[in-house]
């Protein structure tokens, strides 16, 4: 059975900084993509930022240059540096994984594995 364990959400303050991580169990994903996706209350989930087989990355344009998305292929997992977070980037992170190693990555249906969330609060 595969799983998706996200970690690392909590309250911040705006402009500080928080690490998102996510650990894949039950296969590896080291020739796929791998992803994280948001959704604030009353939204829909939206794409935040990809990581392909390759290590090239593509963001939304709401956290580039302040999101980072990274991958440890051995421990089976990908991380997101959020910096100069920002009331609007409260929500609820989820991390994905796809079977492929690259294709539509902003796309929720492209992901065939979702873990449970965690919840970013960030206080203004």
């Known amino acids: 059975q595969v799983q998706l364990v996200e970690s690392g959400g909590g309250l911040v303050q705006a402009g500080d900084s928080l690490r998102l991580s996510c650990t894949a169990s039950g296969r590896t994903f080291r020739y796929s993509v791998m992803a994280w996706f948001r959704q604030a209350p009353g939204k829909e989930r939206v794409f935040v930022a990809a990581?392909?087989?390759?290590?090239?990355?593509t963001y939304a344009d709401a956290v580039n240059t302040r999101f980072t998305i990274s991958r440890d292929k051995d421990k089976n997992s990908v991380y997101l540096q959020m910096n100069s977070l920002r009331s609007e980037d409260a929500a609820v992170y989820y991390c994905?994984?796809?079977?492929?190693?690259?294709?539509?990555?902003?796309?929720?249906?492209?992901?065939?594995?979702w873990g449970q969330g965690t919840q970013v609060t960030v206080s203004s």
């Open positions: 994905a994984a796809a079977d492929y190693s690259d294709g539509s990555v902003s796309i929720e249906t492209f992901y065939r594995y």
């Open positions: 990581i392909r087989a390759t290590d090239r990355s």
